[in-house]
């Protein structure tokens, strides 16, 4: 089976949140199955400053709104596996600095570039003499692939699957814009939303199938679906939540280059190493005391507003924090002025690295994240194997991946809060504090079950295989 995957970011190439993880780790698993399956994302600047690395196979012709552009296309693979991408060119679209927009604002023209990258995802594969079964779009920025599809505006015969990641982002533009990103009368009738296009609407309605990031949040979204309620309901039927992988090749504690000392489940020698090692680099006392840690974006979705009401209560357990994220300023502002109110407690790294993000992971002992949603969450994942034990939101992923700690039964792998409130996260991080304090045998057997569990996309793929074979069987 021949699978296209079409996507707007893809690691290390391209990153802005956890689509590009899932892309870079998603299709090499499937290639591992057997499919012959291939990427397609746009070529922004820093890819094309990378050109040297890349082979060129040529150009084709694009037609949107009735004007013909040209395509580039540039050829790499996804690094430590088989799988070719194909960096899909047009300068005038993503020959700039950032991936959606710059200083906090999108580019206005959003709609057209990425109307760009899913036309030209499907004008891919009769230019390179390969015809895709099935074309898998992620996202509202290659939803309209599947519009596409569906209206017949192009002569390709593939199925479509369409991943929703993250329901908060739907791509919403004027209806007035619809002639001149090439959609017809029926692709307007699947995209309008009122007087506007909404672009994830229409994947949904296109889509032969729809998958999401985990079973829960295939769930939550049939009720609490950011207005697209209707649209989900009506699809419910090929609606299926399959939760993320990740790659266990790059997030080995074992063989991990970015870390101080290596360590696994049954040696847990290293994690003492890099909590000391953690805390004299970002210049925490060496104290005794338990270590979280949050790698996140700055962002009320990921639970900071909780965090700021409880902060001072919790800082009061004892604890050392750190923080690894950027995004909305007055989060930043809020934790920079904490590292001043708690000199060798707090350490607030207002950036993303992948570096630290593996070192926090190694060094925490526990992992927070009190997110008000989330679809499915890589982080938690990271923290388990890395043995950093986490306190999470019971919501969409998070509840369907971290199971609360027994240790009289030896059972569980994390703590969970139900109540999106700052008095029940309190309480889960309490609970974590006194294991850890009060039990330590019981907290190297928390922390060694959690290492030890799989959560590779080896399953998953083979969730997404069988969804492919039922829409291609259809």
């Known amino acids: 089976m021949r699978v296209l995957f079409v996507a ?22 499937l290639a591992r199955l057997g499919l012959d399956v291939r990427v397609a994302i746009p070529k922004y600047r820093a890819i094309g400053e990378r050109a040297q690395d890349f082979a060129s196979a040529g150009t084709f012709p694009v037609t949107m709104g009735g004007k013909d552009l040209t395509c ?37 023209d959003s709609l057209a570039r990425f109307a760009f990258l899913s036309r030209a995802a499907l004008g891919l594969g009769p230019a390179l003499g390969w015809l895709p079964d099935v074309i898998h779009a992620n996202d509202w920025h290659t939803a309209l692939a599947p519009v596409y599809l569906r209206a017949g505006a192009v ?10 990641h993250n329901l908060a982002y739907q791509g919403w533009f004027p209806i007035d814009q619809a002639a001149a990103v090439g959609l017809n009368e029926a692709g307007r009738k699947l995209v309008a939303s009122g007087r506007q296009l909404n672009l994830l609407r229409g994947g949904i309605q296109a889509a032969d199938w729809i998958t999401t990031v985990s079973p829960t949040y295939a769930e939550e979204i049939l009720t609490r679906g950011e207005g697209l309620e209707d649209a989900l309901q009506a699809r419910r039927d090929s609606l299926t939540g399959i939760l993320n992988g990740i790659d266990t090749s790059v997030w080995d504690p074992s063989t991990d280059p970015h870390l101080w000392a290596p360590y696994s489940s049954t040696d847990l020698a290293g994690k003492v190493v890099n ?22 974006r700055l962002a009320e979705q990921k639970g900071f507003d909780l965090l700021l009401v409880a902060f001072e209560r919790m800082m009061a357990f004892g604890i050392q924090f750190v923080l690894l994220g950027e995004g909305d300023a007055r989060y930043a502002s809020f934790f920079r ?11 607030a790294l207002i950036e993303f690295s992948e570096p630290w993000a593996h070192r926090i992971e190694a060094g925490a002992d526990i992992f927070l994240m009190p997110s008000r949603f989330e679809p499915a969450g890589l982080n938690q994942l990271y923290s388990l194997r890395y043995g950093a034990v986490p306190v999470v939101h019971a919501t969409g992923g998070l509840k369907d991946t971290i199971r609360e700690c027994d240790p009289v039964h030896d059972r569980g792998n994390g703590f969970l809060f139900a109540e999106y409130t700052a008095e029940a996260m309190l ?3 309490g609970r974590a504090i006194r294991l850890w304090r ?15 569990e799989d959560h590779s996309w080896n399953r998953p793929a083979r969730q997404y295989c069988a969804v492919y074979e039922r829409v291609v069987a259809r």
């Open 8 to 29: 707007a970011e893809l690691a290390p190439f391209a990153k802005v949140g956890g689509l590009a993880d899932v892309a870079a780790g998603l299709p090499p698993a």
């Open 72 to 108: 580039s296309v540039s050829q790499g693979i996804i690094p430590a596996s088989d799988v070719p991408i194909y960096f899909l060119g047009h300068d005038p679209y993503f020959d700039r600095r950032g991936i959606y927009g710059e200083q906090n604002e999108e580019y206005p």
């Open 155 to 164: 002569d390709l015969m593939s199925r479509s699957v369409l991943t929703i």
């Open 275 to 296: 909590k000391r090692a953690l805390q004299e680099a970002l210049g925490l006392a060496p104290t005794a005391a338990p270590l979280l840690g949050m790698v996140s």
């Open 337 to 347: 002025d904490a590292e001043q109110r708690y000199p060798g407690r707090v350490r």
């Open 427 to 429: 309480e889960a991080v």
């Open 438 to 452: 009060t039990d330590p045998e019981a907290w190297r057997k928390l922390v060694a079950r959690g290492m030890a």
